[in-house]
Nanobody, 123 residues
Framework: QVQLVESGGGLVQAGGSLRLSCTAS????????MGWFRQGPGKERELVAE????????YHADSLKGRFAISRGNAKNTVYLQMNSLKPDDTAVYYC????????????????WGQGTQVTVSS
């Protein structure tokens, strides 16, 4: 089993930055890819970014490239999402997710989820 705990959400003005963190634990966690999804009000959930276990491979949604960046801590059990130049349209609940195979989260789902952290961008 894998447990995920997010932190770092909050209220920020448009143009500002936030960094989300997610810490994973669990006996089966080794080797897992991690990712960030988001779901805005009235919108479908979407994959924001994904990172492989090694941290050497990353994926970012095309619409967010250049503003958002996923990274992984040296200990591998923490993943970050750096969000810059935030827009009101980025307002959403952001969820950390984990899966055994890198790339599998691009289907839109994952076997393990955090509880979500709210990001609100004011205009």
């Amino acid at each position: 089993q894998v447990q995920l705990v997010e932190s770092g959400g909050g209220l920020v003005q448009a143009g500002g930055s936030l960094r989300l963190s997610c810490t994973a634990s669990g006996r089966t966690f080794n080797g897992y890819a991690m990712g960030w999804f988001r779901q805005g009000p009235g919108k479908e959930r979407e994959l924001v970014a994904e990172i492989s276990w090694s941290g050497l491979s990353t994926y970012h949604a095309d619409s967010l490239k250049g503003r958002f960046a996923i990274s992984r801590g040296n200990a591998k059990n923490t993943v970050y999402l750096q969000m810059n130049s935030l827009k009101p349209d980025d307002t959403a609940v952001y969820y950390c997710a984990a899966a055994a195979s890198y790339g599998s989260m691009r289907s839109g789902s994952a076997p393990y989820w955090g509880q979500g952290t709210q990001v609100t961008v004011s205009s």
